[in-house]
């Protein structure tokens, strides 16, 4: 069966906990998102870190680890790529996303490296939060905005 989801890539750029990464792989299955980690990563991949982390679904995700961010660029090809920061002043709300987009979240202690923000600065984008908190969860982030962005396209009844 061909789902009725348009196919985006989330990046996790250098995760720490297996736990964000194994939520944010379900919310992929569950959209047809291609899920791509980028090294180096806080846990390992290996079937007994995955168990561990509840990933009983990681056999339908679509998913593959780049050694590094040019190495991710090179796989992807052509895409448009929006980066999420809690620095960005652009909603993410305030983009028309498209299929085949990517999205790239960063790690969940110290967010994405200045040298991607810097040079991205007008693809970078922000979940507007109140003053009370730094930023969401890294799950949390990928799921909102990867709903929005399926919201955006109308597909799946979502």
Not at 6 to 25: F, K, M
Request: some cysteine; proline content about 4%.
């Amino acid at each position: 069966m061909t789902s009725p989801f348009p196919r985006l890539n989330i990046v996790l750029h250098q995760p720490e906990i297996p736990g964000n990464t194994g939520a944010v792989g379900r919310t992929c299955v569950g959209i047809n998102a291609k899920l791509w980690l980028v090294r180096p990563l806080g846990f390992r991949v290996d079937e007994k870190s995955l168990r561990r982390a509840g990933l009983d679904y990681w056999q339908h995700l679509d998913w593959q680890v780049a050694d590094h961010w040019d190495d991710l660029l090179e796989r992807l090809g052509e895409t448009r790529i929006w980066f999420f920061s809690r620095f960005a002043t652009q909603s993410y709300a305030d983009v028309d996303y498209q299929a085949g987009d990517t999205l790239v979240f960063g790690s969940e202690t110290s967010g994405l490296p200045d040298k991607l923000t810097k040079v991205n600065a007008d693809r970078l984008l922000r979940i507007n939060t109140t003053e009370h908190i730094r930023s969401l969860n890294l799950a949390t982030s990928v799921g909102v905005a990867a709903f929005e962005a399926v919201r955006q396209l109308n597909v799946g009844g979502v």
